[in-house]
């Protein structure tokens, strides 16, 4: 039998591996993306990007000697760019955001379930335990608390309280 130890690790290690089991079946174009996303997301693209307007408002600024303008001020062509770029990158962010809430929520559902279970050899432990008192002499019926925990978890009417709580706010 596992000690408790090796035991937490285990369901650690499982909960951890949803993400890896995720990534491992990403499509190609998920892979694109998170490609594209770990580069936009870097100092470097945003010092490209500062390099790029400042070098096209420089020569369409009419500054520069015998260099004609192709986007002169106001700069309608570089604004259509730069728009363009923002829709594209919040896209790739939502995405990617979407895709991190898919594995949140996988988490949070094993958690969850690990924890009924949990609560269930729990109740045994205490129920064996409260037992072997008994067969000990000792009388742990009048203690409403111990009662109350060898009583099952209801999760119905923990899901209907939270339900509950959820419409008053």
Known sequence: MPNQHGRRLTIQTAIESIQAKVRARRSWIEKLEDRLVAIFGTIEFLIFNLSLFGTWIALNSGVIPGLKPFDPFPHIFLTTTVSLEAIILAIFVLITQNRQERIN??????????????????????KILAEVLKKM???VTRDP????????????????????QLKKK
Do not use: A, F, H, Y
């Open 145 to 164: 608390e111990i009662k109350k925990m060898l009583e099952p978890l209801n999760q119905e009417e923990i899901e209907r309280q939270l339900e509950d």
């Open 105 to 126: 929520s996988l988490r949070e559902e094993m958690g969850l379930q690990i924890d009924i279970i949990t609560e269930q050899e729990n109740t045994k432990i205490l």
């Open 137 to 139: 002499g000792v009388d």
